[in-house]
Nanobody, 125 residues
Framework: QLHLVESGGGSVQPGGSLRLSCEVS????????IGWFRQAPGKEREGISC???????YYADSVKGRFTISRNNNKSMVYLQMDSLKPQGTAGYYC???????????????????WGKGTLVTVSS
């Protein structure tokens, strides 16, 4: 069983940057695809970026060109670099892990076996 813990959230002005981290424990990260998802108040959860075990990546149109996902299996960490943040990026951000699901399907359908508890990002002036 995997355990995922997000960190790095906080408050930032529009146009600013944050880097979220997801620490994975319990089993080897190398065998799992990881996704970042967000849920704003009153809205459905959105898959924004996913990375496969061989480091293929998927980005939702809403973040493409501004966010970068990466992984370090040796450190059991996955990161989401978020640049040019917008007010509509205010949300709880969650990382999740899955084995066997193609990353676009994972992100688009919010499919994952294990989920973290999230970290809050507020984008406001």
């Amino acid at each position: 069983q995997l355990h995922l813990v997000e960190s790095g959230g906080g408050s930032v002005q529009p146009g600013g940057s944050l880097r979220l981290s997801c620490e994975v424990s319990g089993l080897s990260l190398a065998y799992y695809a990881i996704g970042w998802f967000r849920q704003a108040p009153g809205k459905e959860r959105e898959g924004i970026s996913c990375i496969s075990t061989d480091e293929n990546t998927y980005y939702a149109d809403s973040v493409k060109g501004r966010f970068t996902i990466s992984r370090n299996n040796n450190k059991s960490m996955v990161y989401l670099q978020m640049d040019s943040l917008k007010p509509q990026g205010t949300a709880g951000y969650y990382c999740a892990a899955d084995s066997g699901t193609e990353i676009q399907t994972m992100c688009v359908n919010n499919w994952a076996d294990w989920w973290g508890k999230g970290t809050l990002v507020t984008v406001s002036s």
